[in-house]
């Protein structure tokens, strides 16, 4: 046997490869080799694309904590196995990757661990496992004997992966990467994949001690029906079955949902576009109708999948069909064909809920806007005639929204629950009839709100508007009190002969931090689903130090901070939170407890230099001249936060100031407390003008003169 066979090819990566790896921008890489002089050096390319050793790299993330060991290993797999697909001679790298994952989970055994060939075994372990050929035997058989190294790296993913059905994701969600470009035209963001599977009521079926028939008739590479089978779990799989035109795509299909632990027997997969009518009904339908450019988007065809959905279902079980919003919720002329069709499939009471969604969800497709149709039989429940309308447009798609979006439509008329008696988040009750008679956009701002509802909105808007009219009265009332003397005498003018003397020293914040007048940490990088309304840390960002988002908006809930981050640290009350991206900014956290997120940096005063700065005396100083702003084109400020010069003021100089800065700062919180409320009684009384929730009252009725 040739050591060909086995030989991995040379790979090197990029400074793009290495950002990507690490999780970082391109410029944090250029930033690591210019500061630090153990970064790897360069293992061949110019001088001005410089390739370095995957391994070498892998080995210095790790070695200086910038990632973890599973991920070094995950990531360095994945790498590799992408990147020497350039060099596979085989007719489908991808198919290829997807076989070795599905003999290996189920052979049980890494097929390269066996002395000989490893392609040979594999072909071997394909014709013992698959001897019909309907799952992995022909693109087994595909692999060129001269691609052992293939085998080993698809194990050696496996290994840093744990788990074969989390190797098979990473592949999948990487797909793009092995040049697969049908395969990502179809594919679907994972938190839209989760939304779907959340709302199909699959789980709500399991946890009734029912087994679940989910059926997909469109299913693609089936991220739809992995999501599902994902929220089921190993103790609960599916049975499934699904259409798929493309034959090599329901091959893969059968792979992924092997691998996802749902036995043969309870796979029907069939190639072609109608779903099997036998033996069952499904529990559960997930689909997405087929992208068409919006120029040749036909309507029908878009409520012909979903009629094709509903009839399926009876009363209990649940559609999910993901299709243009264009189409599911936009605006049609009146009476025309298009809007008699939607309106006949709002009045079969099949229509449960109806979601807007955020764009981008499709990523290979980002400016294709979508839209969810959850479905089911309601002819028999006492809610008939309304349906759920949400529109998250304007939102990410985070986990909080995720959770949220489920529980409005799972609590709206499902059995066990009284819509009543659960607050939604997003979701508004509608009447059938308001929205198709005269016709409007399926949409919630459109809709009229019923009697009950506006009374209690015309309320709540009364309630808000009397409490902010009293508090504008308070304020008045106490304003020249809270108004306190701003001590500006403090400040005197400098004689001119004495000017050169009056001059200040000034030192750079990394010269304060070397003297350890200063300390200076950096911030944590946050996942963004870390993030949600609620939780014990607030999280100050860029955002937040910039004043473009109130302080308090967004949270990270202890323990899972503690566990993602076990080496960060929260801010303490009196640090300085300073940013330079996108322009420079700083602000004094008062609180503490807080997490600076990357890029914000926080800057501590010592006790031992009390003295010589105060929290508010420090960021004062910080911008005050003005400069470091980005100049027009560059990719970063012109100065970084260390070679920020900072004005060095004698203690009692630096007492007084701060004691003018508070008075400031009190007449500032007075006001900017003012100008909320008025912007609150604003926002109220236009809105509820707008809705007809409010009317304004004549002065003759009011009681007042003009």
């Known amino acids: ?37 153990d970064f790897p050096a360069p293992a061949g390319g110019a001088e001005s694309q410089p390739l370095f050793d995957p391994h070498e790299v892998a080995a210095w993330l790790l070695a200086t904590g910038r990632i973890g060991r599973d991920r070094a290993d995950q990531e360095l797999s994945l790498f590799m196995l992408t990147g020497l697909t350039a060099r596979y001679d085989g007719p489908d790298v991808l198919a290829a990757v997807t076989a070795l994952l599905c003999i290996h989970f189920l052979d ?48 050696a993913l496996v290994e840093a992966s744990w788990t074969c059905q989390a190797a098979f994701e990473r592949v999948m969600t990487a797909r793009n990467r092995f040049g697969a470009g049908p395969l990502s035209a179809v594919a679907v963001a994972p938190g839209l994949a989760r939304l779907i599977a959340e709302l199909s009521g699959a789980a709500e079926r399991a946890r009734r001690g029912f087994s679940v028939r989910v059926a997909d008739p469109a299913a693609g590479p089936g991220d739809l029906l992995a999501a599902v089978a994902d929220v089921l779990g190993p103790d609960q799989p599916p049975v499934i079955a699904a259409a798929e035109a493309d034959p090599a795509l329901a091959r893969l299909l059968r792979r992924r949902l092997l691998v996802h632990g749902i ?26 109708v087929p992208y068409q450019p919006g120029e040749a988007r036909d309507a029908e065809a878009v409520f012909n999948v979903v009629d094709d959905v509903a009839v399926r279902l009876s009363a209990g079980r649940f559609g999910v069909v993901l299709g243009p919003a264009s189409v599911l919720v936009g605006d049609f002329p009146p009476y025309s064909t298009e809007e008699r069709a939607r309106a006949d499939l709002l009045a079969g009471d099949m229509v449960e809920a109806i979601i807007r969604l955020p764009g981008g969800l499709i990523p290979f497709r ?36 995720i959770s949220d979006l489920v529980e409005d439509v799972t609590t709206w008329r499902r059995d066990g629950y009284v819509p009543g008696a659960h607050t939604r988040v997003f979701g508004q009750q509608v009447r059938i009839r308001d929205l198709v008679d005269p016709p409007r956009p399926l949409t919630i701002g459109s809709r009229p709100t019923s009697p009950r509802e506006r009374a209690e909105g015309a309320a709540r808007r009364v309630t808000l508007i009397t409490q902010r009219g009293a508090d504008l009265d308070r304020i008045g009332a106490t304003a020249t009190a809270d108004r306190r003397h701003v001590p500006t005498e403090l400040l005197a003018a400098v004689e001119p002969l004495a000017a050169d003397e ?60 503690a566990r993602a981050h076990p080496s960060a640290r929260l801010t303490e009350p009196g640090d300085v939170l300073a940013t330079t991206v996108p322009r420079p900014g700083v602000m004094v956290d ?34 005050a001249d003005g400069t470091g702003t980005r100049a027009a084109g560059a990719v970063r400020p012109g100065r970084s936060l260390e070679h920020r010069r900072v004005t060095v003021l004698p203690p009692d100089q630096v007492r007084h100031l701060d004691r003018l800065l508070g008075e400031i700062d009190a007449r500032r919180d007075l006001a900017r407390r003012e100008l909320d409320v008025l912007g609150e009684l604003q926002d109220a009384a236009i809105g509820g003008l707008i809705n007809g929730t409010l009317t304004v009252i004549p002065d003759e009725l009011n009681g007042q003169d003009q």
Do not use: C
């Open 1 to 37: 046997m040739p050591s060909s066979v086995l030989e991995v090819p040379t790979l090197l990566m990029t400074m793009t490869d290495i950002a990507e790896f690490a999780g970082v921008q391109r410029p944090v890489v250029t930033t690591w080799r210019r500061r630090y002089p």
């Open 366 to 401: 980002p400016g294709y806007e979508t839209a969810l149709w959850v479905l089911t039989q309601a002819r028999a429940s006492r809610w008939r005639g309304r349906v759920l309308l949400t529109d998250i447009s304007d939102r990410e798609l985070t986990h909080q929204v």
């Open 502 to 561: 009056s001059r200040r020293r000034t030192e750079t914040v990394g010269a304060l931090v070397k003297a350890k007048q200063l300390t200076l940490h950096q911030g944590s990088r946050i996942k963004p689903e870390y993030i949600t309304p609620t939780g014990h840390h607030m999280v100050l960002g860029s955002d937040e130090v910039l004043g473009t988002r109130r302080p308090g908006e967004r949270n990270v809930d202890r323990a899972l901070f």
């Open 590 to 623: 008062t609180r503490g407890y807080a997490i600076a997120e990357f890029p914000v940096r926080i800057l501590r005063i010592p006790a031992a230099e009390a003295e010589q700065f105060t929290p508010r005396v420090l960021a004062a100083l910080l911008f």
């Open 263 to 288: 036995a043969e027997r309870d796979l029907d997969i069939r190639t072609g576009t109608k779903l099997p009518d036998e033996p069952a009904v499904p529990d559960v339908i997930v689909t997405q």
């Open 108 to 155: 049980g055994e890494p097929v390269s661990d066996g002395a000989g060939d490893p392609v040979t075994a594999a072909r071997a372990v394909a014709r013992r496992i698959d001897p019909n050929d309907r799952v992995v035997l022909t693109e087994i058989r595909a692999i060129p004997l001269t691609a052992g190294w293939l085998v080993r790296q698809v194990d």
